[in-house]
């Protein structure tokens, strides 16, 4: 008796293992060692095709992943050279003001200038905003390289 529900690949290798072939039908009834043997190099082909068509399938599965994680590498570098550039930026930067620039989630380069004495709302929306670029690529940057567990 056969169950409803989702029958998944496993199931049904199971039920063709378990389910005799007209090779074996044949080779039982007449007994024939050599009919025995093409049944059973037939069944243990089959075997080992599905296992081939699975580890194609696990190849293309890590060749992509291969390809995702080269992609968030090379974001990550990106986003590595505008921290090093704005840290530069701070270290060589001898003013008492704040200057930097750091590129937007549009990937383009915004300079930001704060004045050391200024405390108007302007420069509290600057502030703001420069804290949601930064912690947002840092977020992302520090997603892709934390060891996982």
Known sequence: MIKKGLVDGRTLERLEDEAASISD??????????FLEQANIERVLKKEEMLYKHFIADIEDSEDRISSNIKNIQQAIKDNLSYENAKEQIL????ENFKCSLYNNNKTLENFEILKDDKSEYIKI???KMSEIFNKKYKRYHSLFRPRT
């Open 92 to 95: 060589a930067y001898d003013s």
């Open 25 to 34: 039908m044949k080779a039982i009834s007449t007994g024939d060692p050599l």
């Open 126 to 128: 600057t502030q703001t």
